[in-house]
């Protein structure tokens, strides 16, 4: 009998509705018979504000209460931002879909009296914002002489900030701009030779209950293959290196024809120390190149930066 109802979990923040909300427009319009609602969560990472991510040390930060949803029969799926979905999911559930991805640069937003700056340009000493520490160490090993300052909050909440002079800038997702329609904010794309950007950076991953096939075939509709290919590459990598949002792991990928090319990034928390390099192979073996990708860096050091971060980021 095919499905006539799907109860979708979301985070409860301005980002997560509007992508939550597209998802539940698409499937409506694939299928217009389904009836779906929404049920919107706080999660662990959209309470706690006042402290940097990094420091609550928690991967599963902004996923767990929309997994629990699923596991106890209250919700079918869950939509998350990519980035922000563990590698190691938990038994019983599955990735089922991975969306078409908007740019996944990164994107410098500037304050009003900078607005004649670029990145590169900055006044040393300016102020610049982030809760993320992939960007911190990049723009450390770039960029020594700024100062680099924790943001917390949601987008609007740090645009705030930023006008009111607390930040010089911002480093910021562009897709995450252009989705709640502040794509006129992005002063500049941060290009990946400076900043690679998040794992799954732009893509939306739908999550499911693994046993449920009539709810896989649904949300199959809005998979993209070259977006889901590079994903899954990027996530290989990230698995394969133990990482999490407190480590700082960039990615670049793209397709060419038939062959993928992953460049990947491990850094020290202080920028001083940076280790890059790239892979590329058919990219229907995407995972392979991942692995194969986090392999070639661990024989470059980086197993003995993230031992370093995981010796400073574990109690007492």
């Not at 979301?10 to 409506?28: G, P, Y």
């Not at 940097?52 to 079918?76: R, S």
């Not at 019983?92 to 879909?97: N, Q, S, V, Y």
Request: charged share 25%; aromatic share 4%; with cysteine.
């Amino acid at each position: 009998m095919p499905l006539d109802r799907l109860r979708i979990a979301s985070r409860r923040s301005q980002l997560a509705m509007v992508q939550t909300n597209w998802v539940k427009q698409e499937l409506e319009t694939a299928f217009p018979n389904l009836s779906i609602s929404i049920e919107a969560i706080a999660t662990q990472g959209d309470k706690i504000l006042d402290v940097a991510l990094a420091k609550i040390g928690d991967k599963g930060l902004f996923t767990k209460e929309l997994e629990a949803q699923m596991l106890v029969g209250q919700a079918d799926i869950a939509v998350h931002s990519l980035k922000d979905l563990p590698t190691n999911l938990p038994e019983g559930l599955m990735l089922g879909c991975i969306t078409e991805r908007e740019d996944p640069a990164d994107a410098l937003v500037v304050n009003k009296k900078n607005i004649t700056y670029k990145l590169d340009t900055l006044p040393e000493g300016s102020v610049v914002g982030t809760s993320s520490l992939r960007r911190l160490a990049q723009l450390r090993y770039h960029y020594p002489k700024l100062i680099f300052k924790d943001v917390r909050g949601n987008v609007i909440t740090r645009l705030e900030k930023l006008d009111k002079g607390e930040y010089d800038c911002l480093i910021l997702a562009a897709a995450g701009l252009t989705r709640l329609g502040f794509s006129n904010r992005i002063h500049q794309l941060i290009p990946g030779e400076i900043s690679l950007h998040a794992v799954g950076q732009g893509a939306l991953g739908i999550e499911c209950v693994e046993s449920k096939d009539e709810v896989l075939e649904l949300i199959k509709v809005l998979e993209h293959a070259p977006t889901s290919q590079r994903c899954l590459a990027e996530r290989s990598f990230l698995h394969e290196l133990e990482g999490g949002c407190q480590v700082p792991i960039g990615v670049n990928s793209f397709i060419d024809g038939d062959e993928l090319v992953l460049t990947g990034m491990v850094a020290s928390l202080d920028g001083k120390r940076l280790i890059r390099d790239k892979e590329k192979g058919l990219a229907i073996n995407s995972e392979k190149i991942g692995k194969d990708l986090a392999e070639k860096l661990k024989s470059q050091g980086a197993g003995e930066i993230l031992a370093e971060i995981f010796k400073e980021a574990r109690p007492g």
